[in-house]
């Protein structure tokens, strides 16, 4: 069982920057993907960025040259660091973890809002 808390999530202005966290518990090494998906208001969630145990990342188009994804296997979290915010961006950020069982895990999600 894995446990998934998010935090870093706020309202900046067009242009900024924003840092996200997610935080996992439990069977850490258990997860094969880790990373973050959004859902803006009245729109489907979407993949934002993921990485792989062996380091492997994938990215949204509309972020990759703006959002990198982080993993670090000592402080079980995976951040996503924003920079060239546009009011677009605003979503709910959740992370998001597959297990090599199959079993998908979901945070309860961080609210980015980007506006002036």
């Known amino acids: 069982q894995v446990a998934l808390v998010e935090s870093g999530g706020g309202l900046v202005q067009p242009g900024g920057s924003l840092r996200l966290s997610c935080k996992a518990s439990g069977s850490y090494t258990a997860l094969s993907i880790i990373g973050w998906y959004r859902q803006a208001l009245g729109r489907e969630r979407e993949l934002v960025a993921t990485v792989s145990e062996t380091g492997r990342t994938n990215y949204a188009a509309s972020v990759e040259d703006r959002f990198t994804i982080l993993r670090d296997y000592g402080l079980n979290t995976v951040d996503l660091q924003m920079k060239n915010l546009h009011p677009f961006d605003t979503a709910i950020y959740f992370c998001?973890?597959?297990?090599?069982?199959?079993?998908?895990?979901w945070g309860q999600g961080t609210q980015v809002t980007v506006s002036s």
């Open positions: 998001y973890a597959l297990a090599y069982s199959g079993t998908a895990y």
